[in-house]
C-alpha cells in the first residue's frame, strides 16, 4: 500500500516546497537531505492496547517532516494494527510524499521500534509505554516488556509517540542518536522516571466527569490540544476562540491542519475536527477582546480555560477577567515545551508566570523565513506544539477525573540536548495583581 503525488489531483509541490524553505529557520539555514523511515512493531507489542493510537500520532508527526515513510506490519499483526488508516493520515498530511506499509524491514535511514531491539545499532529509536508512563531511548530497550495490567494506555502511548517523533527530527538533523539516553516520562506525577515502576498510576476505575472548556487560541498548541481530547477521552463541550485562518506553514506543526484547510477560520477547522470525533463544540472566528464584548454571558460557562495564544497580552487580558482553574503550554525556540496549571488560591496565576516582558523559552517556536515568492512564513519544530498539545490535554484529563492538583504545577520538557524534564511547584506571588483577589470575590464572579 502506497502514496504519491501522481495519485493526487493537485496543482503543484507549492505546498511541500514551502514547507521545506520554513524548516531551515529551526536548522540554521542548512536543511538536512531527506531520509527514509521505517516504522516497526516488535512482537508482543502488536497486541498492547494503545498501539494503534500512538502509530497514528506517530506517523501523523513525522509526516510533518519526513517524506518517505515505511510501516512494517507483518502479516500476523494486520489484525490489531490498521497500516490504511496509518497511510491514509500520511497521505493527508504529505500529498508528496512517498508512503507504504510492507510486511517486512527495507533498508532505511533511521529505524522506530515500538518494544524490542533488533534495529540497526546507531540508527534505531526505541519507545515504549505502560499506562501513563512514557518511555524513549537511541539504545536498545532491555528489559522493556508490554502490560496488560494498566485499563488505560492511552496517555503513555501518545507520550511514547511524541518522543520519539522528536528523536526521530533529532536524527534528521544531526544524523546520529547518541545524544537519545534513556528517558522515561512520568505523565501522571509529572516528573522524570527511571524505570516504568518509578512511574505513577491512576487508581481503577478512572472516572471522567464532562467538562465546559474555553479554548483561546486555535494554533499550533491549541489545535494540538484538540486533536488529543477525544483519544483520551475528553467529555463535554468546548468553545473555540481564534481571529487567525490557517496558512500553509501552520500545517508542518499541527496534528490536524492539512493542506485542504488552507485559508480556512482556525476557530471553524478546530471546532470541526472536534465535533467529527464526539465532542460538542462551538468557533468564534475573533479576538479574544471581540470574543468577551459580544458573548460575555458564555465566560462564567466553562469550568476550565485554555490561554493557548500569545499574541495581543492575551493572558493577562484573561486574568483579569478572573478564570476559573487554566491550563497553558508553549513552545520554546530552543527545542522545549513549557506547561502550566493554574488553580485560583492554589497556583500562581498567568501574570506571576508571564510577567510583561515574556522571556525567551516561552514564545511560540517560530520565525520568519522568506520564500522564494516573497511571502513571508514562519518555521516550528512540529514535535514542539504536538507535545505541549498532548500536556495540556492531560492536564484536562486529570481535572476530569479529580486529581488536578496531583503532580506539580510548572513543567519544562527539554528535547536538546538530551530528553530532560524541570518541574517545581509554583505558588502565588506576594506582589501578584491577583493576590487582592479574595475568595468571596471570585465565587461571587462564579456563583452558580
Known amino acids: 500500500m502506497s502514496s504519491t503525488s501522481s495519485d493526487l489531483d493537485l496543482p503543484s509541490n507549492e505546498f511541500y516546497r514551502r514547507r ?162 534513556p528517558f522515561y516520562l512520568d505523565s501522571y506525577a509529572l516528573r522524570e522516571a527511571s524505570s516504568f515502576a518509578g512511574c505513577a498510576q491512576p487508581t481503577e476505575p478512572i472516572s471522567i466527569r464532562p467538562l465546559d472548556v474555553l479554548m483561546v487560541g486555535g494554533g499550533s498548541v491549541g489545535s494540538a490540544t484538540a486533536y488529543f481530547l477525544p483519544r483520551l477521552g475528553f467529555k463535554g463541550r468546548i468553545d473555540v476562540v481564534d481571529a487567525d485562518v490557517v496558512k500553509v506553514e501552520n500545517m508542518d506543526r499541527s496534528p490536524i491542519f492539512d493542506p485542504i484547510h488552507d485559508k480556512l477560520p482556525k476557530a471553524n477547522v478546530v471546532r470541526d475536527y472536534l465535533v467529527n470525533n464526539g465532542i460538542g463544540a462551538s468557533g468564534y472566528h475573533m479576538t479574544w477582546n471581540e470574543f468577551v464584548s459580544r458573548h460575555r454571558d458564555l465566560l462564567r460557562r466553562h469550568s476550565v480555560w485554555l490561554p493557548l495564544a500569545n499574541e495581543q497580552g492575551v493572558r493577562r487580558a484573561m486574568q483579569a477577567n478572573i478564570p476559573p482553574i487554566s491550563i497553558q503550554a508553549s513552545t520554546g525556540k530552543n527545542w522545549n515545551v513549557q506547561y502550566g496549571r493554574h488553580i485560583p488560591f492554589v ?71 538530551s530528553f530532560s524534564l524541570l518541574t517545581q511547584p509554583r505558588r502565588p506571588n506576594p506582589t501578584c495583581m491577583c493576590q487582592n483577589l479574595t475568595s468571596a470575590i471570585w465565587k461571587s464572579v462564579w456563583r452558580p
Open 20 to 181: 521545506s524553505d520554513r524548516t531551515r529557520m529551526c536548522l540554521d539555514g542548512s536543511l538536512p537531505k531527506e531520509i527514509h523511515c521505517v516504522i516497526a512493531v516488535t512482537e508482543p507489542w502488536a497486541s498492547v492496547r494503545g498501539v494503534q493510537a500512538g502509530l497514528e500520532t506517530l506517523c501523523n508527526l513525522l509526516a510533518r517532516f519526513c517524506n518517505h515513510v515505511t510501516v512494517v506490519i507483518p502479516r500476523v499483526q494486520s489484525k490489531v494494527v490498521a497500516g490504511e488508516i496509518l497511510v491514509d493520515r500520511m497521505r493527508a498530511v504529505d500529498p508528496y510524499g512517498t508512503i507504504c506499509v510492507v510486511e517486512a524491514a527495507p533498508e532505511a535511514d533511521l529505524y522506530i521500534h515500538l518494544g524490542g531491539e533488533g534495529g540497526p545499532q546507531g540508527r534505531t529509536i526505541y519507545w515504549a509505554y505502560q499506562g501513563w508512563g512514557a518511555y524513549v531511548s537511541g539504545f536498545p530497550a532491555e528489559g522493556i516488556v508490554p502490560t496488560g495490567e494498566f485499563a488505560d494506555h492511552s496517555v503513555g502511548a501518545e507520550m511514547a509517540a511524541c518522543l520519539a517523533g522528536a528523536a526521530a527530527f533529532n536524527f534528521w538533523v544531526a544524523r546520529s542518536l547518541n545524544s537519545i539516553r
Open 347 to 417: 497556583d500562581d496565576c498567568q501574570i506571576d508566570r508571564f510577567p510583561a516582558t515574556e522571556s525567551a523559552p516561552t514564545v511560540c517556536a517560530t520565525g520568519p523565513v522568506v520564500v522564494t515568492d516573497g511571502h513571508v512564513a514562519d518555521a516550528a519544530l512540529p514535535f514542539a506544539s504536538f507535545t505541549a498539545g498532548l500536556f495540556v490535554a492531560i492536564g484536562l484529563k486529570k481535572v476530569a477525573m479529580g486529581i488536578q492538583e496531583f503532580g506539580e504545577n510548572a513543567a519544562f520538557l527539554s528535547f536538546k540536548p
